[in-house]
């Protein structure tokens, strides 16, 4: 019986092809490694979220700084993947702390999720701009590192970069992208959809003119015991 593959499953395989040409070429019985940052506003289930993704049963407590934790799996060639998880607790706090999972080597390999408080607007463009400028220039310094130098992290990071966007864009010339894989989530999506109609209007296109410029995907999130995401329309 013939096995069916949707747009998102063609979508994803075509984005890790291209990632893998211009990374090494890695045997397909090796393992690989990912690295996933994840900050943002306070209590909005940033640790729930990381619980989530490995399947924990623990429950989740506040993150007081940087906290490190990592997931294992054995794919389909029987190697264990692994990917580490870095979350930044105390919202705008820390961000000196940045510096610790942006190591150049794994930067080729690090995705960012930025989790916002949709049910306090007048923090929203704070948290993002705060965060993202940060992170931005610690990237800076890491790449004019001696070691990203000699292993051309930027270059690759460009490349990796170039293959998400579209050559023909009209705004390919104005935008900054991230040099990072990023998805800005929106959550408390049940108490902002309460919001005036016209206020949701306006956060809504300052969040997308945010994502777009920083060449980050947006998606609305509500925590329930089968949590959905929503487009940020």
């Known amino acids: 019986m013939p096995t069916t593959t949707n747009i998102w499953d063609l979508a994803i395989d075509q984005s890790r092809d291209k990632r893998a040409n211009v990374l090494s070429n890695k045997n397909e019985s090796e393992s690989s490694e990912r690295s996933l940052l994840i900050l943002g506003?306070?209590?909005?289930?940033?640790?729930?979220?990381?619980?989530?993704?490995?399947?924990?049963?623990?429950?989740a407590k506040a993150t007081l700084a940087l906290e490190y934790t990592f997931?294992?799996?054995?794919?389909?060639?029987?190697?264990?993947?692994?990917?580490?998880?870095?979350?930044l607790g105390?919202?705008?706090?820390?961000?000196?702390?940045?510096?610790t999972p942006l190591s150049p080597l794994k930067l080729p390999q690090l995705h960012v999720v930025l989790m916002i408080d949709l049910s306090k607007p007048e923090e929203l463009w704070f948290t993002l701009?705060?965060?993202?400028?940060?992170?931005?220039?610690?990237?800076?310094?890491?790449?004019?590192s001696a070691?990203?130098?000699?292993?051309?992290?930027?270059?690759?990071?460009?490349?990796?970069?170039?293959?998400?966007?579209?050559?023909?864009?009209?705004?390919?010339d104005l935008i900054k992208p991230l040099l990072l894989p990023c998805i800005i989530l929106g959550c408390k999506y049940d108490e902002f959809q309460n919001l005036d109609?016209?206020?949701?209007k306006i956060i809504c296109k300052a969040l997308r003119?945010?994502?777009?410029?920083?060449?980050?995907?947006?998606?609305?999130?509500?925590?329930e015991q089968n949590s959905e995401l929503y487009n940020a329309k």
């Open 90 to 99: 105390g919202g705008t706090l820390f961000t000196k702390l940045l510096e």
């Open 71 to 87: 997931g294992r799996k054995t794919n389909n060639n029987l190697a264990k993947d692994v990917c580490h998880i870095w979350e």
């Open 209 to 223: 003119f945010f994502a777009h410029f920083h060449g980050a995907s947006l998606q609305f999130y509500r925590y």
């Open 129 to 144: 701009e705060t965060l993202v400028t940060n992170l931005q220039t610690h990237l800076d310094i890491i790449l004019k």
């Open 147 to 172: 070691e990203a130098t000699e292993h051309k992290i930027e270059e690759k990071l460009v490349k990796l970069t170039k293959l998400q966007m579209d050559a023909e864009h009209p705004d390919k």
């Open 41 to 59: 506003s306070k209590g909005v289930g940033k640790t729930t979220l990381i619980h989530r993704f490995l399947d924990s049963s623990d429950a």
């Open 197 to 200: 109609p016209e206020k949701k």
